[in-house]
């Protein structure tokens, strides 16, 4: 079986979308292709959102803010968008989200996690939905394997 290929959008491509990205990557370890891209990209990653993702281990700071033309060609198992509405281009895929989430760039430290451990817990649906197997990294601080 292929690994099914996401793919996470939001307008910047700065904060929502890359922490979707790591968290696909990191539940579902090589189980998945996953990459994300905005609208407008912003060109670089939020630094808050480099924060609240090395609190769980991950190095954010490693991906880059990229627009869609820079995603890989071909179509994808799911396509997230996230908060970019109508802003957000069509992208073929054999399923489409759009996730009501919080631009959580401008929110309290506390706020801002809040909205990272809910896409984490979104893209964890998302990758049962799909019949993905969490890998080995899928174990957060403090939590199963699998959640």
Request: aromatic letters at 4%.
């Amino acid at each position: 079986m292929t690994q099914p290929r996401l793919l996470f959008v939001c307008v910047e491509n700065s904060c929502r979308s890359q922490m979707a990205e790591a968290f696909a990557r990191m539940l579902a370890g090589d189980g998945v292709e996953a990459a994300s891209g905005g609208s407008q990209p912003s060109g670089v990653v939020n630094p808050r959102a480099i924060e609240s993702m090395a609190e769980l281990g991950y190095d954010l700071g490693a991906h880059r803010s990229e627009g869609l033309d820079a995603i890989p060609p071909g179509g994808f198992d799911a396509v997230v968008t996230m908060g970019c509405g109508d802003a957000c281009p069509h992208v073929p895929a054999r399923r489409r989200e759009d996730w009501q989430v919080r631009d959580p760039k401008d929110l309290p430290a506390e706020e801002f996690r809040a909205v990272r451990d809910d896409i984490r817990r979104r893209v964890a649906a998302l990758l049962g939905d799909l019949g993905v197997a969490p890998g080995p990294e899928a174990t957060g601080p403090g939590e199963p394997a699998g959640t």
